[in-house]
């Protein structure tokens, strides 16, 4: 049995809604197996300025009890973007992420600066370049512990990589299902699971049934190794070529990640 209350406000500041505020606060519960609860506010202001330029400020909170723990996460993502012309996406990001669990305490942060290049071609294909880096800090304190992870939310996008956020994944506990939790996706037809030890990717299949830019929620199964502390380097490159109104996808991803 689950119970989900939602409210939703979305606020207008000038006429040509330029400047926005959007709020959301959900409430879930579901009793049975497993029983679980969720109390999350999700909050955006966007101001939309002169120049082309967009400051979006969001705020996350989650409050999330089963059986065997509780979780209390806190998450800030800022950035300003930069359009140019209808082809080209610049912005710089920081995000800040701070997680209470019963069994450990995490703070995770990353700045750094994005590039999106999109043009259309003949034969109604599309091509994409973009470049991502960012400066990472993570921080653990913990006990070696095998950690139950229920509903981790993700937004999957083609040409962006994506890592579930523990390390030491379980590969076949991992459970991928829509926003509402009603559909439950299938690996190798609708995403793909890659090993990028000690991270796991999660990866949308083209024509599977996950839409693109949608939210998905994930349980796993991780081994959190102890306490540790460090930094790190990314670079994230890809670019693909969109032919015949996207009925074929050639494309090219690398990243790399120095701690």
């Known amino acids: 049995t689950t119970d989900n209350i939602n409210l939703n406000n979305n606020i207008y500041f000038d006429a040509k809604k330029n400047y926005s505020f959007n709020s959301m606060i959900l409430n879930f519960n579901q009793q049975g197996n497993p029983n679980f609860k969720r109390f999350q ?12 330029f967009t400051f979006s400020n969001n705020y996350n909170f989650n409050l999330t009890r089963q059986e065997l723990n509780k979780t209390n996460q806190q998450s800030i993502q800022s950035s300003l973007a930069h359009q140019l012309y209808l082809s080209l996406n610049s912005r710089l990001f920081f995000d800040y992420n701070v997680t209470n669990h019963s069994a450990y305490k995490e703070n995770v942060s990353k700045t750094g600066i994005g590039l999106q290049y999109v043009k259309k071609i003949p034969t109604r294909g599309q091509f994409t370049l973009s470049y991502t880096y960012y400066r990472g800090h993570q921080k653990m304190n913990s006990d070696p ?3 139950l992870i229920r509903n981790e939310n993700y937004v999957l996008s083609d040409g962006e990589l994506t890592l579930l956020k523990k390390p030491y994944v379980t590969i076949g506990s991992a459970l991928v299902k829509d926003a509402t939790g009603t559909i439950t996706y299938q690996i190798n037809l609708d995403y793909i699971l890659i090993d990028r030890n000690p991270y796991l990717e999660i990866r949308i299949v083209p024509g599977g ?9 994930i349980d796993y199964t991780a081994t959190q190794p102890g306490t540790y502390k460090y930094d790190s380097d990314n670079h994230i490159f890809a670019t693909n070529v969109l032919l015949f109104n996207r009925k074929l996808e050639v494309y090219y991803k690398m990243s790399t990640q120095d701690y």
């Open 41 to 52: 506010a999700l909050e955006n202001l966007t101001l939309k300025l002169p120049g082309n």
């Open 145 to 147: 512990t095998s950690l």
């Open 209 to 217: 049934l996950i839409p693109n830019n949608s939210t998905i929620y």
